[in-house]
C-alpha cells in the first residue's frame, strides 16, 4: 500500500515515518522494507527511519523513569479522594468522554501540562489495561481538539489507573474531557500471548503432570514468560509435546467464555488460582473450552485460533524447583521460524547439502576435525619434543647435579611434564625447569621436574616453581618430585627462566 502509494505520487522516497510504521506496526525490518521497495525503484529514508526510532527509545526511557518519580502516598491521597478508575477495557479499546481528574507532574499534583511534558493522567473511565498479573500496561493516546498525549505507559496503585503520557500537542488541564484510544494491534498481540500462557499451563499439566503449578508469568506484545514448578530440566521430546497440544488447542478455535463469580464459586467449579494471590469478593473465571479455566484479571483473545501459531523459544532454570519457559505467537513465532529456515537454508549453500541431509554432514565433519586436531596435536608434540631435545645444550652442571632449564611454546601442562620426564631419563640426577606461552592465550606454564634423590638434599620442585612463577606473575604447586605453576606475564617468561641459576645457588647456599 505504502509503494503504490508513493508511485501514484510519483515520490521515489518511501518517509522515515513510514518505514518505521511498517517496522513497529506490522513487525516488517527495515532490511525487508529496503529490500522490497528497491525492486521498485524506490528509496527509503533511512535517516528519518532512525529518527523515529530513537524518539521511540527515548519515549521508553522516559515511560521507565517516570515510574519513579510520584510517592505512593500521591496515589494514595488521590484513591481516597476520587475513588477507584473505572475500567471499560474488556469491552472496548476505545472509550470517548473520559474526564480528566488528576495531573501529576514531577512527582507532584499540578493543573496544566504543555506541550514536551511528563505528566501521569487520571481519569474517571479508561480502556487502558494497567500494568499488573505479568502483563505489561497499554499504550496508545489520548486526545482532544487541539490535545495529543502519547501513553507511554499504564500503571496502577491498587484500583487507580494512571496513564503516564509525553504530551505531544496542545495543553492539558482537569476537567477537560477526552477519547482514549489503545494501541489495537498490541494490544491483540498482548492478548494473544496471554491467551498462550493458559494454554502452556494446560499442555504443561498434560505432558508432566497434574503437580505442575504456575508460579509467575510476564506477557509483552512480542513474547510470554511462563514460570513453573517442577524438579528437572525439560527433554526436547516434552517441549515439542507441549507445543504441539497448544497448537492443536489454537487449530480447535476454542472460544472465550468469561464468567464473574466468588473466589470460593470459582475454585470449586475447577477454576486454577494462582498461588499467594490476593482476590477480591468476585473474581473473573476465563475459560476456553475444557481445556482451561483460570481465574485471570488480563486482557484475552475471543477465540484460540487467532494466536495462530506458538512455539516454545526457550526452557531453563529460575529457581530451586522453579523452571522457566518463553514462547512466542502469532506473526513473532513466524518470524522465529523464518529465521531458523533462513539459518537452515545457509548452511545447505556453505555445506552443499539438501536439508535433510545437514546432520549427518555435520556428524561426519566433526568426526574429521577431531581426527584432524589428534593429527595435529601429534605433529605439534613431535615438533615440540624435537625443540626439547636441543634444550640438552643448555644443560649446567651444580655440584653433583645436572641443572637444565628451558622453553618450548605452545605445549600444554600435559605435554611440559612429559617433556621434563624424558628430559629427567636422559640426564639422570637433575633439576628441570621448562616454560610455555600459549599464543593464542598468552597463558603462561611452568613445569618443574626433581630427581628423587635430590629431594633428601632439600631441592623441592615446589618451592622453585613459585619462585620462577613469581617473577612472570604468578604461582603453584605439586609434589617435592614435580611441581606446575601458571603465570599472567608471558613478556618475563625468559627472564624468570634466566633466573633459574640464582634461585638454585639459593638453594645450594641453604
Sequence with gaps: GIIEKTKQENQKLISGKDAFTLYDTYGFPLELSVEIASEENIEIDIEGFQKHMQE???????????????DD??????????????FTGYNETITKDCKVLKLIKDGKITELAQSGDLVEVILDQTPYYAESGGQVGDTGILKSDNLLLDVINTTK??????????????????NLMLNAEVDPKRRKDIACHHTATHLIHSALKKVLGDDVNQS????APDRARFDFSYPKALKFEQLKEIEKWVN????????????????????????????????????????????????????HISNTGQIHLCK??????LAAGIRRLEAVCGKYALELVNEYEKQVHNLT????????????????????????????????????????????????????????SGRVDNLDSRALKSAADKLNDKLGKSIIVLGSVDNETDKVTIVVKVSDSLIKEGYKAGDIANKVASICGGRGGGKPNFAQAGAKEPSKLNEALDAINNIVSELVKA
Design 56 to 70: 521511540q527509545k527515548e519515549r521508553a526511557k522516559k515511560a521507565h523513569v517516570t515510574e519513579r518519580l510520584t
Design 73 to 86: 502516598l500521591v496515589y494514595a491521597e488521590i484513591l481516597k479522594e476520587l475513588g477507584p478508575t473505572k
Design 157 to 174: 496503585y491498587e484500583d487507580l489507573h494512571i496513564h503516564r503520557c509525553e504530551v505531544n500537542e496542545g495543553e492539558i488541564t482537569l
Design 216 to 219: 509467575g508469568s510476564m506477557v
Design 248 to 299: 492443536i488447542w489454537i487449530e480447535e478455535d476454542m472460544k472465550n467464555k468469561t464468567e464473574q463469580m466468588r473466589p470460593e464459586e470459582a475454585k470449586s467449579s475447577g477454576a486454577i488460582a494462582l498461588f499467594g494471590e490476593k482476590y477480591g469478593e468476585t473474581v473473573r473465571v476465563v475459560s476456553y473450552g475444557a481445556i482451561s479455566k483460570e481465574l485471570c484479571g488480563g486482557t
Design 312 to 317: 516454545i523459544v526457550s526452557e531453563e532454570a
Design 349 to 404: 549453500l556453505s555445506l552443499k547439502v539438501p536439508a535433510e541431509e545437514l546432520t549427518e554432514r555435520i556428524d561426519k565433519m566433526l568426526d574429521e576435525m577431531k581426527s584432524t586436531e589428534k593429527k595435529l596435536q601429534a605433529i605439534n608434540s613431535e615438533l615440540a619434543m624435537t625443540k626439547v631435545d636441543s634444550l640438552l645444550e643448555n644443560v649446567r652442571r651444580i655440584n653433583d647435579f645436572k641443572l637444565l
